[in-house]
């Protein structure tokens, strides 16, 4: 029988952070020694509190609200208030099965214009694309840490400004480890608000800022910012799959849109993961020792690991939160050239076969195949022994907590110098 595809998806190749994780393994597998800098894992363990909460909620087997568990939507409200200053209830947060989903079902329902700041993550287009959403890439330049200004966002708005837009902002950034300052948010608020733009405020990694500071731009443009968030980053449970939307109440005709599409598709989250993760939104002084500890091991790894890229001439914007570099090899384009070298792709494959080391290449987030960047994930550590030894020596370097990491950097620059 001839294959009957929706033309929509046969266009469409497997999430590239999912591939290289799922080829690392293969390799590893096979014997060969990799250094897992491609992946974006949080490399610590759940919290012992949280995963205790499951074991003791393993039970629960009723199907929850489609919205969400009322005791966490109460927790993640508080939370988010508590944090991050954003006003907000119970009524205004959705549960789901991981923020990638809500991301999704979000793009599907909301007519108009996606707006991507490039780079961005992996996944945005892609969904874009399964929604038939037309989207467009917003400049972004290296003197601003390739992050989205108002400029550049209101210089696309302008060509037609009455049309309904969503844009999905990211910060502390995947791919470029940046984030964005309380000018900067100030600035592409008062963009949005004038020409009505929707903010899907892809937040997953603010509780990972490496000095514990985030800002969401909630603060700053409420009435038109959805905050997305969940457990993958900051908790340690990417495979938990919980995702958390806070909507302004100005948008609460979109929770319930939202909640209708989700009643036919995924029907609600798992029962015993959102048991437990109330137990994660209530906070307390275990999570924060246990989010103080993370960020300060993720702080000197990234710092660490910026300055031998630094020293091997490959440039790179700071890193500020999450667990993400982004490596820059255009000084070196003559030498890469000579070993037939010309596109990001290239690049990432010939490393991974020479040296073992997994990155992506940038072409994945929306950049051009011909420059000459990389997205690199410093989490190839064991995060339960890192923290241990933070919590005894705040002073640890990077090549105790973090030896792998350390060593697979060093290759990369032995490599790209010979």
């Not at 595809?5 to 080829?23: C, D, G, H, M």
């Not at 919290?47 to 074991?55: E, F, H, I, R, T």
């Not at 000579?338 to 992506?360: D, M, N, P, R």
Request: some cysteine; hydrophobic content about 40%.
């Amino acid at each position: 029988m001839k294959p009957a595809i929706n033309r929509n998806i046969t266009y469409l190749s497997p999430s590239a952070t999912l591939v290289i994780n799922e080829r690392s393994n293969a390799l590893v597998q096979s014997g060969k020694k990799v250094y897992k800098l491609g992946f974006g894992q949080s490399p610590f363990p759940v919290p012992k509190s949280v995963v205790k909460a499951l074991k003791e909620n393993a039970h629960q087997k009723d199907y929850l609200p489609v919205k969400g568990l009322m005791a966490l939507r109460e927790a993640v409200a508080s939370y988010t208030k508590g944090k991050f200053g954003v006003d907000c209830t119970a009524e205004d947060v959705l549960i789901g099965p991981g923020s990638k989903e809500l991301l999704f079902l979000t793009q599907l329902i909301y007519q108009g214009e996606l707006l991507l700041p490039q780079p961005s993550w992996v996944s945005y287009e892609p969904q874009a694309q399964l929604a038939r959403k037309p989207h467009a890439w917003l400049f972004t330049e290296r003197s601003n840490n390739y992050m989205l200004d108002g400029a550049a966002l209101d210089k696309h708005c302008a060509k037609t400004p009455n049309i309904p837009r969503l844009l999905i902002l990211n910060y502390p950034s995947n791919p470029t480890g940046s984030t964005l300052s309380k000018k900067q948010l100030k600035e592409i608020a008062a963009v949005a608000r004038k020409y009505k733009v929707l903010i899907i405020s892809d937040e997953i990694y603010g509780d990972v800022h490496h000095k514990g500071k985030h800002i969401s731009i909630a603060k700053y443009y409420p009435e038109g910012t959805i905050v997305s968030s969940g457990l993958s980053k900051w908790c340690g449970a990417g495979g938990w799959r919980l995702g958390t939307f806070v909507f302004p109440k100005e948008l609460r005709w979109l929770v319930d849109q939202m909640a209708v599409v989700a009643s036919e598709t995924f029907t609600t989250t798992s029962a015993p993961i959102q048991y437990a993760a109330v137990q994660a939104y209530k906070g307390g002084k275990e999570i924060d020792a246990y989010l103080n500890g993370s960020r300060l091991v993720l702080k000197i790894v990234a710092q660490r690991s910026y300055e031998i890229l630094q020293e091997n001439n490959i440039d790179c914007p700071k890193p500020k939160g999450g667990f993400y570099l982004m490596p820059d090899f255009s000084q070196h384009k003559k030498a890469l050239r000579k070993k037939g070298i010309i596109t990001s792709h290239q690049l990432c494959e010939t490393l991974l076969e020479e040296t073992g080391v997994a990155l992506l290449p940038l072409s994945s987030f929306g950049i051009p195949e011909d420059f000459l960047g990389a997205r690199l994930s410093y989490v190839d550590f064991d995060g339960a022994k890192a923290l241990n030894i933070i919590k005894k020596n705040p002073d640890a370097t990077a090549e105790q907590l973090a030896p792998k990491v350390i060593e697979g950097m060093q290759l990369i620059g032995k490599w790209i110098n010979s």
